[in-house]
């Protein structure tokens, strides 16, 4: 009994590294068309009665601004270039202030918060940690850093059901994401930490001090595709 036990397990394993591999290298060719947090979002508004949003348009990378890709660096993750995934200094920090109460700023690298966006679900816990670090090897071993880049700005929530830069664009500013300015592309980066709750334009005096820092910021990034 313990052999068919633990040979069910084995080719359950098995089986999710296949499908696992399969699909960070078919998404290494081919534009992610939904995420796991867009569907969450949808049954959420259906639950509370509230209409339903769903906006997401996928363009390349060479039709996303390079302010932005800029902006999200410094804003996000400013070893983007250097690390292999995970930026352990910046994970200890973010342990640091939260073990003192503190929550000024997450330690995940924006290879983490693309592996999280495209395959798993929200929420906390040790599994999905765990899931989030082995995706995060593979597609730093498998795409490269323009790729994340690009599936990074493609699918994460900047609003209120808007996901992805295009869509992002054309909801705060009314244009596209070829075109954004230094402000414009910081006022999205500003408002990540909780797009729901923040505005990129028109904003609060807290989103207004971001802006100012994250544009001083982008002085020393560098696009090293």
Not at 109 to 134: C, D, H, M, P
Not at 203 to 222: F, L
């Amino acid at each position: 009994m313990l052999r068919k036990i633990f040979g069910f397990i084995g080719k359950l394993i098995l089986w999710f590294i296949v499908v696992s591999v399969f699909s960070v290298l078919l998404f290494r060719f081919v534009p992610v068309p939904c995420t796991p947090l867009m569907f969450t979002r949808h049954f959420e508004q259906n639950a509370e009665g509230k209409e339903t949003k769903w906006e997401h348009d996928w363009v390349p990378i060479e039709d996303l601004s390079q302010n932005l890709q800029k902006a999200v660096i410094a804003s996000e993750d400013a070893t983007f270039f250097e690390h292999h995934g995970f930026d352990f200094n910046a994970m200890f920090k973010a342990y640091k202030n939260n073990a003192k109460g503190k929550r000024l700023k997450g330690g995940s690298t924006i290879s983490q918060q693309t592996a999280k966006n495209v395959f798993l679900w929200q929420g906390r816990s040790y599994l999905r940690k765990g899931l989030e670090a082995y995706f995060t090897v593979l597609i730093e071993l498998l795409w490269s850093k323009e790729r994340i880049m690009e599936v990074y700005l493609n699918s994460i929530e900047m609003g209120d059901g808007v996901y992805g830069a295009q869509a992002a664009c054309q909801h705060w500013y009314e244009k596209d994401a070829a075109s954004l300015t230094k402000m414009e592309a910081a006022g999205i980066a500003a408002i990540l930490p909780n797009p729901r709750k923040y505005k990129a334009a028109n904003s609060s005096s807290y989103i207004q001090r971001r802006k100012n820092n994250i544009i001083r910021a982008m002085r020393h990034v560098k696009l090293e595709y």
